[in-house]
């Protein structure tokens, strides 16, 4: 009998106007065979090898400058996909873990059989180089090793994503894209929503690593695992994925869900997770690595799952208490978390009326809002927060210039009013006002009011 504790807290989905997803929420009947692909380089990927290995999987092999080398991409596509047809399908983007490859799902995680009859695109991307310990699912603080630039959030969010959007029909759109991953993966999955919350309406970690610099006991294991992959598995120096622990520790929790975890708010966010302690699905004796690992990362989901409640964020959560770090466990937690998230994708939440979120990026876009800083500080965290139609709020040093969503009036002009001081701002052709704000020496939060004069 399987030993679990599952909670479940939920949001009131909204429906979203003109997105189709028959039988998102159960299999579907048989369709007929899955016509062929071609795909075709775009977004800084090339397109080096398509193999076509069954009527719903393909193995590719990619090259970009933001790696250096090529590495693959598995995608399953639903049964009956043509695409020479209007029909469009959401994705789930699905890590593999530390030491893995984009083949693990398919060959050890029963992903093709788990997504049949579902109409959902799978992609299955290369998160390390050829089975080494992964890149971390960040743009390494140290570009200049044997392995290479490893852009890796560069290559997943910033290509990869609107590659598969310009190659296949998909929903390209909040809505229609969800991110999981395990281990490794669960962390980058997490990492990536918190990140980018405007790209990902749902977000997966089996067995992941959701806080690695919030929690300062979590955060010391999460250094010293890290720290050892990169020096024994990828052979490189310990600090050149995130940098100094202590030098570069503002970057550390700028990639650390736990610390954005604010920047979660709305999205479906599930967390699967054991003790180590052998469960029903373990044969023989246990692998002490797999009962050690499982242990590491039961702490970092718990700490996780604190920091979620604490700020009112819901999740499922799923400790089941007996499992080890392998994946009969992962394989059984795709098959309950499928029908759930295809049950999201046909009823996605709205984007928040009022915008937060935060970043140590100097330039970043969320939302529709678009934030550029000139600052002395490389990284230091800035903070949108309440962001309307009729202003903002922005924690920050420097020079800020912030562009908003499309909400004006095109040729209209509008006075914004910041600390007592009006300037006038006339809206592009577009309807976004752009306004730079006073300059501040040292991190300072700053109300901006936007009325139409």
């Known amino acids: 009998m399987r030993t679990r504790r599952l909670i479940t807290t939920t949001l009131l989905l909204t429906g979203t106007p003109g997105l189709v997803l028959a039988g998102a929420g159960r299999p579907a009947a048989a369709a007929p065979t899955t016509a062929s692909v071609r795909f075709a380089d775009a977004a800084g990927i090339r397109v080096e090898r398509v193999q076509r290995i069954d009527d719903r999987q393909y193995a590719i092999r990619v090259g970009t400058a933001a790696l250096g080398r090529a590495v693959d991409v598995r995608v399953l ?38 997504t049949a009859g579902r109409p959902l695109i799978t992609v299955m991307p ?73 790209m990902f309406g749902s977000a997966t970690s089996f067995s992941g690593a959701p806080d690695i610099a919030h929690d300062p006991l979590t955060a010391a294991g999460a250094y010293g695992v890290i720290s050892y992959v990169a020096a024994v598995e990828d052979g490189v120096p310990p600090d050149a994925v995130f940098g100094s622990r202590v030098a570069d520790a503002v970057n550390w929790r700028g990639h650390d869900p736990a610390t954005l975890a604010a920047n979660l ?20 004796v246990p692998d002490p690595a797999a009962v050690g690992i499982e242990a590491l990362t039961h702490q970092s989901t718990l700490t996780f799952h604190r920091r979620i409640q604490r700020l009112g964020i819901p999740s499922r959560f799923d400790d089941y208490t ?65 962001a309307t139609s009729a202003g903002f709020t922005l924690r920050s040093s420097g020079t800020a210039t ?17 600390g007592g001081r009006r300037v006038t701002a006339t809206a592009a052709a577009s309807g976004r006002l752009t306004v730079t704000l006073p300059p501040n020496p040292r991190v300072t939060t700053v109300r901006a009011e936007i009325a139409r004069r």
């Open 402 to 418: 912030v562009t908003t969503p499309p909400s004006y009036r095109p040729g209209a002009r509008y006075t914004v009013t910041v």
């Open 265 to 284: 708010r709305g999205t479906r966010l599930s967390l699967y997770t054991a003790t180590g302690l052998p469960g029903p699905l373990d044969q023989g």
């Open 126 to 198: 290369d998160a390390g180089f050829d089975g080494d310990g992964g890149g971390w699912f960040t743009d390494w603080a140290d570009p200049g090793t044997k392995l290479g630039p490893s852009r890796w959030e560069t290559f997943h969010v910033g290509q990869l994503v609107p590659w598969i959007d310009r190659n296949l029909r998909t929903v390209a759109a909040r809505r229609g894209r969800a991110v999981a991953g395990l281990s490794q993966g669960g962390f980058g999955a997490m990492s990536y929503a918190a990140r980018h919350p405007d």
């Open 77 to 114: 596509l639903p049964a009956g996909y043509d695409p020479s047809k209007t029909a469009r399908y959401p994705v789930l983007y699905l890590f593999h873990g530390t030491g893995g490859r984009a083949s693990d799902w398919v060959r050890k995680g029963g992903a093709e059989a788990t």
């Open 322 to 386: 007996f499992g080890t770090h392998t994946f009969p466990y992962w394989a059984r937690d795709l098959r309950e978390e499928i029908g759930p998230l295809m049950s999201a994708f046909a009823h996605p939440s709205r984007p928040p009326a009022r915008v937060s979120y935060e970043s140590i990026d100097r330039t970043w876009t969320q939302w529709g809002w678009t934030i550029s800083l000139d600052r002395r500080a490389p990284r230091e965290f800035s903070r949108l927060s309440g």
